[in-house]
């Protein structure tokens, strides 16, 4: 397939019932779910190309091939300061947002996160309650398991060696109530091709008559008007244009959506003014508690075997990546668990002929809170993002990924691994020992791509909280914030699949609908 020569363009109409500000992975379904159950006029607005359906020709092939993640187009280009380095913040500005741009993981975490979610006064979010929108989002995104039979031959071996380092193979990755295991994770491509959430919620409605998907329409604001929204202002074809509806949805993500409410005037008041924009709606909970789920990447050489083996693999079946989670509880931590190891190998995509072979260590629920503010009040000024990584008072975050390194070390150390990987590149052998492991990788974190939080979802009471479990930002009508900007608290997995279930919520109790009664077993719904 040739790359195509432009998007769609669609004229922005002038008024809607339903306006949806951002195609993303929640953005997508809450549009065309609220299409397809409703004779309501939605507008769904995206600030990146909307290249059509996915048979339309006009899809970029990067977008489509399932096997890597292209990090390096239809990017934000947000950026922020960690550990004294400029750390790129990657986030798909394209239709279907990131699921357009992620690895096509399916890892929802643990009962005790969505549990955690109603317990903290949302009602409506636990995992019983949010299982059927799970099991709709599988069925609309195709999500398969992966057989043991599919794994490369690095894959495997990592599959292989944690067992032998004590991490038993399980038949289930997504086992709500298994606090250990390594196992291949489920996936969300239909024969290689990465089906995004536009496939799977917006393609099916395109022609129903009540949608409008608009490209390249960046929102600047909220309009609000008597303590409800309005409409939206949005920049398209170089115009600052107004949108009238009553329902405003933002689904901009954990960076977007915090931003679009700061523009609007909603959030504290002092840093509003700080920067030029008007106060009109006091919420000092906008932009705070940004979190993501650090991690370090530790590198290892290949060999020569390995890098054939791989070679002779891709030339009789499809090689992605990425196949292999291993999941576990760090030491002391409670309910559930809480680390990732996940090997990451294939062809280099920054040095053409060369390959990688990594092995991250997440620590998949941060105490560590940062914030996002704004730098100006245009739609141009990037936001400053610091999600204070390591940051808890504790030293926890830190101390569970010292002990993820050696974990990971105990792993290699295994065979078939051991044979098949060389020296370990970073932190490398030299970097032994607690303390200076906890300063290499005080100095070296990064991120595992699922920032969240930045608009907690609680209730009116809590003074953080900007949203209440409807959706609805506190004290003004008419507006809704859906995407992982909402989730009190990271769950511990990867954010694609349950964002997508957040925005199934959302359309339907907008739309008053239901998927099916709640599961009331104490068992977990097996996805089996």
């Not at 922005?12 to 409703?38: K, W």
């Not at 960076?255 to 000092?284: D, F, K, M, N, T």
Request: aromatic residues 6%.
């Amino acid at each position: 397939m040739t790359a195509p020569s432009a998007a769609l363009q669609t004229a922005l109409p002038n008024s809607a019932d339903v306006v949806v500000v951002g195609g993303g992975t929640a953005g997508a379904a809450v549009a065309g779910l609220l299409a397809e159950l409703t004779s309501d006029q939605v507008v769904l607005l995206e600030a990146g190309p909307d290249y059509g359906p996915r048979d339309s020709g006009l899809w970029p092939e990067d977008l489509l091939d399932a096997r890597q993640m292209p990090m390096f187009t239809h990017d934000w280009g947000y950026t922020g300061e960690v550990g004294g380095r400029t750390v790129l913040f990657n986030r798909a500005r394209v239709l279907g947002g990131c699921s357009s741009h992620n690895g096509v993981v399916v890892a929802h975490g643990a009962r005790s996160d969505y549990d955690g979610w109603a317990a903290a006064g949302n009602p409506g979010w636990s995992t019983a309650e949010l299982w059927p929108l799970f099991e709709s989002a599988w069925e609309r995104l195709k999500v398969s398991h992966v057989g043991h039979d599919e794994l490369t031959p690095f894959q495997d071996a990592v599959m292989r060696s944690s067992a032998a380092a004590g991490f038993p193979i399980v038949d289930d990755f997504n086992d709500l109530d298994e606090k250990v295991g390594v196992a291949p994770f489920p996936t969300n491509h239909d024969d290689g091709v990465r089906h995004n959430s536009a496939f799977a919620y917006v393609d099916p409605v395109r022609d129903k008559g009540n949608l409008t998907v608009v490209g390249g329409a960046h929102v600047e604001r909220v309009l609000i008007e008597n303590g409800a929204a309005a409409g939206v202002v949005v920049h398209v074809d170089g115009e600052s244009r107004e949108l009238r509806a009553p329902r405003v949805v933002v689904s901009s993500g954990a960076y977007g959506s915090p931003a679009i409410l700061l523009r609007s005037g909603i959030g504290p008041s002092a840093q509003l003014e700080s920067v030029g924009v008007e106060p009109l709606h006091e919420l000092p909970g906008v932009g705070e508690n940004l979190h993501d789920q650090p991690t370090v990447e530790m590198d290892y050489a290949g060999t020569p075997e390995l890098v054939d083996a791989m070679i002779e693999f891709g030339e009789r079946r499809w090689r992605p990546d990425e196949q292999v989670i291993v999941k576990y509880a760090s030491t002391g931590y409670g309910e559930g668990f809480d680390m990732h190891i996940y090997p990451w190998g294939g062809p280099s995509l920054t040095e053409p002929g060369s390959w990688r072979w990594m092995l991250g260590v997440a620590c998949l629920t941060p105490l560590s809170r940062g914030s996002l503010r704004l730098t100006g009040p245009s739609v141009d000024d990037k936001p400053a993002i610091d999600h204070a990584y390591l940051s808890d008072p504790g030293g926890y975050d830190l101390q569970r990924l010292v002990e993820g390194v050696l974990r990971t070390r105990e792993v290699v150390s295994q065979s078939p691994l051991s044979g098949l990987l060389g020296e370990e590149l970073f932190p490398g052998p030299a970097v032994d020992g607690e303390e200076a492991l906890r300063q290499c990788i005080s100095d070296s974190t990064v991120h595992y791509y699922h920032p969240a939080g930045s608009c907690k979802m609680g209730p009116a009471d809590d003074p953080a909280a900007v949203v209440g479990a409807d959706g609805a930002v506190h004290g003004l009508e008419g507006l809704y914030v859906a995407d992982a900007s909402i989730m009190p608290a990271v769950m511990s997995g990867n954010t694609n699949v349950p964002t997508t279930v957040i925005g199934e919520k959302m359309a339907r109790g907008l739309a008053g609908a239901q998927v099916a009664s709640p599961r009331q077993a104490s068992a977990p719904p097996s996805t089996r």
